[in-house]
């Protein structure tokens, strides 16, 4: 599984947009980057997936550069409800596709 | 809402007791998965089932062990508990075999072992 490096902590005011960078450097040709969000004391939950280039959905965009050796989620707009832990996790969309979640990143939006 | 359901949401226990935690997939999801979540360990991959069948393995402990149910709803049974197994216990699911990287988590159960 590739390792995953992403900042211990964030910190940003509502209205913001906020940038989380991962590095992944030994990503496999056939892995994808998934970013999940956790709560306190509540499941982590899906935010994006990608492969290379750019993906943009509701909640969030996930920017992959050629190389694929980082990656960054961008969040627009915070609110204090977007506090939270963040992961990024790099695997093979398979059967050995174990995710396992790293430290995550946490966010803390301040108004 | 995931459409994960998982009971019971809290439980405590004694050391060296046995419990048993229960997780409803989402409709129509065959793959479900256990995680447990504790303070210096982060979020670890225990197992996964497929259609009543073990899948993948993790860290799994030998004093734990999980099975789905042909209704697909699974148990995790944890067995001469320690301190060190106090943790959230989550349960995820998915619609196939495969892991895509999308799975749905329930709300956990949060075990205490004192």
């Known amino acids: 599984l590739a390792k995953t490096t992403q900042p211990i902590s964030m910190d940003s005011y509502e209205g913001q947009e906020v940038n989380i960078t991962c590095s992944h450097n030994?990503?496999?040709?056939?892995?994808?980057i998934t970013w999940y969000q956790q709560f306190p004391s509540q499941g982590p939950r899906f935010i994006i997936q990608?492969?290379?280039t750019k993906v943009t959905n509701e909640v969030a965009s996930l920017f992959i550069p050629a190389d694929r050796k980082s990656s960054t989620l961008s969040l627009p707009r915070v609110s204090l409800s977007d506090t939270a832990v963040y992961y990024c996790?790099?695997?093979?969309?398979?059967?050995?596709?174990?995710?396992?979640f790293g430290a995550g990143t946490t966010v803390t939006v301040r108004a | 809402d995931s459409g994960v359901t998982q009971t019971p949401k809290h439980l405590i226990t004694a050391t060296g007791q046995r419990v048993t935690l229960r997780c409803s997939p989402r409709?129509?999801?065959?793959?479900v998965y256990w995680y447990q979540q504790s303070l210096d360990q982060g979020l670890q991959f225990l197992i996964q089932?497929?259609?009543?069948?073990?899948?993948a393995k993790g860290n799994i402990l030998e004093r734990f062990s999980a099975q789905q149910f042909p209704d697909l709803h699974s148990e995790l049974n944890l067995s001469s508990l320690e301190l060190g197994d106090s943790a959230l216990y989550f349960c995820?699911?998915?619609?196939?075999?495969?892991?895509?990287?999308?799975?749905?988590f329930g709300e956990g159960s949060r075990l205490t072992v004192l």
């Open positions: 995820a699911s998915s619609p196939g075999r495969a892991n895509t990287g999308e799975l749905f």
């Open positions: 030994n990503i496999a040709t056939n892995d994808y």
């Open positions: 990608g492969y290379k």
């Open positions: 996790l790099v695997g093979f969309r398979g059967d050995d596709y174990k995710l396992s």
């Open positions: 409709s129509g999801d065959l793959s």
């Open positions: 089932y497929y259609n009543g069948e073990e899948r």
